[in-house]
């Protein structure tokens, strides 16, 4: 072994900083899992791939500086990138709707599975779905959630209470009927 072999091996890890070996685990074990999550959050597969992989890039970049919860703050960045891209293609087909012209990319979502779960995932409202992926797919705590998110875990339970009752409805489970005077 060279010895900045056993330099970068035996190097104390800076306190609470991300460093370039905790992202490659991260991609290890986690990427797929995420992905899968975030294709629930966005509804479509490549705007997932493509918001994972600049929140990835973004992280990469960021080696060296504090990021407490990894896989929230991915989430979250990559969460962001997919509105971002969303908000902009909607601009975009604002404007060509001005001028007569059509999208001639709307392929990609023809292409997603007709699943009854991912239907009833992509008619919540964002921050519901967000919420609810995170809390549900992802495994995260309402603490968690609500850290990587800045808000209340008040707000956290809301969101998941309202989501419940979204996807029960639409989903046509009964289950919410058994709670007395659910909310709307």
């Known amino acids: 072994m060279r010895r ?21 685990v991260f991609v290890q074990q986690h990427s797929q899992r995420l992905l899968g999550a975030l294709t629930l959050i966005t509804g479509n597969r490549a705007t997932a791939e493509d918001a994972m992989q600049e929140a990835l890039l973004k ?14 703050w991915i989430t979250v960045v990559a969460t962001n990138q997919a509105r971002s891209g969303w908000r902009r ?11 007569g012209g059509r999208a001639t990319h709307n392929t990609a979502a023809a292409s997603e599975p007709d699943d009854a779960l991912l239907e009833a995932l992509r008619a919540l409202p964002e921050r519901e779905r967000q919420v609810a992926v995170m809390h549900y797919v992802l495994d995260q705590s309402v603490a968690q ?23 029960a ?8 009927d058994h709670q007395q005077g659910g909310a709307a």
């Not at 900045?4 to 490659?24: I, K, M, N, Y």
């Not at 293609?89 to 001028?99: F, M, N, P």
């Open 4 to 24: 900045e072999d056993v330099q970068a091996v035996s190097a104390p890890p800076t306190a609470g900083h991300l460093r370039a070996a905790e992202l490659e």
């Open 59 to 72: 992280a990469w970049h960021r080696r060296g500086q504090p990021i407490d919860q990894l896989i929230a």
């Open 89 to 99: 293609k909607q601009a975009e087909q604002r404007a060509l709707d001005k001028v």
């Open 145 to 167: 959630v609500a850290a990587a998110l800045g808000v209340a875990e008040g707000t956290v339970k809301t969101q998941l209470f309202r989501a419940r009752g979204h996807l």
């Open 169 to 176: 409805a639409r989903l046509h489970v009964n289950e919410h």
